[in-house]
Structure formats: structure tokens, C-alpha cells
């Protein structure tokens, strides 16, 4: 399609909407594709009522007490998003997922991966990636909470960096390698003799025993392998004059879904620019977001451990208190995770029991 404009629209996004009138982007292929912008009279949030199961939802992830290892969040073929908790020690037997790529993100708590390829630490903020089929047991320093994003269809790829540069958003050399020779004295010093590796496969699992410790590797190569990436070693990508779409943001990249990564940072400086995260419709996508850390200036009443989810199939945008709570500030003070998945998701049951039933309503002034 050509590019074509009626009426009095702004020459660019995010900038110089007339006073009282709002912007609408509506968009295609996740902010990469077909796009257009709507000067509106109101928000594009303004509805009164919502009669049926499409909305925005938010969740209280801090009231699933319940420890587990993998609580199944949301869902659908292509991905799954869930929590675990750890407690303080060693887990008893490796684990090897066979259905897909898994990121574990610490929300909180710290310790260390075992992994035939050598020792991973891992604390507050990190994401662990561990490659399909790739063993892995927690030695656990602290009670740890897990957000658990498995990619069931593709693998984990590493994002376009364009005209950004190859050491944008973090540089290959942050990224946490494991130690072999690290993991060798961890199995020596704690009498490590893990015989057990637990394997999901087609959500089922099987228990693969051996005669003696699965840690013999003493030599590998190659380029596939589990690392680390911690929130401390990014470097979001900026604008001082205008607002830039969530998928600036990107930090990892699936066939069916990419992981976002929302980090501090400085706002926009210019008078006329959007300051908070513009009105919207993400035509293709549903988004996720796990509120980690800080104070999430974009909606009312949130605190660290709750998700958003807000469906393909209508506009959402900022809270209008935070339109009014942003003017003053300097800069951001937060840190979530997003996921936004190609194909729509399904609710697991449990989050039924936490949900806030009057989110859909908190967009009214």
C-alpha cells in the first residue's frame, strides 16, 4: 500500500500531538510492518463496558505460593510461559527439556546451573538459556523465583542489530559462559554424583538413571551452548526526542515469539514528545509483560510480580494518571520483561484465582 494521509495528522510519530487530542498507532507484523497513525478526540481506551473474554487482564503472581517447579502460566502450541520456585540447595536430579529452548529469568534469588558444559552463576535479573535437550541442576544460595519462558517451536536466535551496530543493547562479551573447570571443582568440593537426568518430552517425563555421574565431560567446542545475560549488562536502546516502539527493546527472537527486555532510562527531552508508551493496537500479537523490578510508571497500583496480558484485538496504552505522573520526571525506574506471540495464548486455570477482575476498568479517568 502507498502511503496515504486525510484530514490533520502529525508529521511524525510520537510528536507534536495537538493539545486534548490523543494518538492511535495501529500496526502490523509487531511495530516492523504496515502502520498508521489516528489523531483521536478521546483515548482510544474510553470503553464503558466489555461483554465477553477478550480484555486486559493483570495478574498477582506473588499469590501463587504454591512451590513448584514449573506452573504453567500461559500458553499456547508455540510457547509456554510459567513459575517455579527453588528452595536453598542442591536439586536432586538434572533436568533435560525435549520439547524446546527454555529461559529461565531470575526475579529474585541467586545460585548456580550445573550443566555438562560447565558451571553457570546466575542471580537477581538473569536471564539462563539452556538449549533444547541441554541438562541442567540448580544449586539454589537463596530462595528463587523462575519466570520460565520455553519455546516449543523454534530455537532462540539472536536479534537484528541493523544500523545499531553488532554491540548494541549488550555486547556478545557480557553474556555469562560456563566454566568447566569451575564446574569440576563445584562437583569435587559438594560430592556431586548425579546418576538421575529427568527428561520432559511431549509434556511427559522420563527418568534416564546411570551407574555413575553424568559430570565426566572434560573437553568440548562448538558454538551451541547454555549462557547468561543479566539486566546489569544492557544497554537499552534510546531516543532523546521521541518515543521508540517495544521492539527496539528486543533482547531474544523466536520463530513464533520475541522477549523484550524494558530497562531504566533517560525520557524524551523534547517538549512536544510522547513521554509514556504510546496508544496502540499491536494488530498480530499478544503482549505479556512480567513487571520484575522498579516503579512501573505506566499503570496504576502495580508492584513487582504482577503480568499483564493483553490480547490481540483492541487498543491499550498508558493509565491516564500516568500521563499526569510522568510530567516532571527525568527518567524511568523500571525493569519487565515482554512477550509478544505470534499465535494467541491460553489462560492455565490457576490464574484465575489472581487475577484483578476490574483491570479492563482502570483506564477510566
Not at 538421575?196 to 538413571?209: A, P, W, Y
Request: hydrophobic share 35%; net charge neutral; glycine share 6%.
Amino acid at each position: 500500500m502507498h502511503h496515504y494521509s486525510q484530514g490533520k495528522p502529525t508529521r511524525q510519530a510520537h510528536k507534536g500531538i495537538p493539545e486534548g487530542f490523543y494518538e492511535e498507532e495501529q500496526g502490523l507484523k509487531g511495530f516492523f510492518g504496515p502502520v498508521s497513525h489516528l489523531i483521536r478526540k478521546k483515548p482510544s481506551t474510553r470503553w464503558n463496558n466489555i461483554s465477553g473474554d477478550l480484555k486486559p487482564r493483570l495478574f498477582d503472581l506473588v499469590k501463587i505460593t504454591k512451590n513448584k517447579k514449573w506452573q504453567r502460566l500461559l500458553y499456547n502450541n508455540f510457547l509456554t510461559l510459567s513459575l517455579s520456585s527453588f528452595e536453598k540447595g542442591l536439586s536432586s536430579d538434572a533436568f533435560r527439556n525435549a520439547d524446546g529452548d527454555t529461559i529461565y529469568f531470575c526475579h529474585s534469588g541467586s545460585g548456580h546451573v550445573l550443566t555438562e558444559y560447565g558451571l553457570l552463576d546466575f542471580k537477581k535479573g538473569s536471564y539462563i538459556v539452556i538449549p533444547k535437550c541441554i541438562s541442567v541442576q540448580f544449586y539454589i544460595k537463596e530462595k528463587t523465583h523462575f519466570f520460565i519462558i520455553e519455546n516449543k517451536s523454534s530455537h532462540f536466535e539472536d536479534f537484528n542489530r541493523g544500523i545499531a551496530g553488532r554491540h548494541a543493547i549488550f555486547d556478545i562479551q557480557t553474556i555469562g559462559k560456563p566454566d568447566l573447570a569451575a564446574l569440576n571443582e563445584f562437583v569435587e568440593d559438594h560430592k556431586v554424583i548425579c546418576t538421575e537426568i529427568n527428561v520432559k518430552h511431549n509434556n511427559e517425563i522420563t527418568k534416564f538413571s546411570y551407574d555413575e555421574t553424568i559430570y565426566d565431560v572434560v573437553g568440548w567446542k562448538g558454538d551451541l551452548f547454555p549462557y547468561t545475560l543479566n539486566t546489569e549488562n544492557m544497554m537499552p536502546l534510546m531516543s532523546h526526542r521521541s518515543h521508540l516502539p517495544p521492539s527496539a527493546h528486543t533482547t531474544f527472537v523466536a520463530r513464533d515469539f520475541v522477549v523484550c527486555t524494558f530497562l531504566p532510562r533517560p525520557l524524551e527531552e523534547d517538549d512536544d514528545a510522547l513521554k509514556v508508551p504510546f496508544y496502540h493496537q499491536n494488530i498480530d500479537y499478544d503482549e505479556v509483560l512480567f513487571y520484575h523490578d522498579g516503579d512501573f510508571f505506566s499503570r496504576d497500583n502495580l508492584h513487582a510480580g504482577m503480568m499483564t496480558f493483553h490480547p490481540a484485538g483492541f487498543p491499550h496504552g498508558p493509565h491516564p494518571k500516568a500521563v499526569n505522573n510522568i510530567k516532571g520526571k527525568k527518567r524511568t525506574d523500571e525493569t519487565a520483561v515482554m512477550i509478544d506471540s505470534r499465535w494467541p495464548l491460553l489462560r492455565d486455570p490457576i490464574l484465575d484465582s489472581v487475577e484483578l477482575q476490574n483491570y479492563w476498568q482502570s483506564w477510566k479517568s
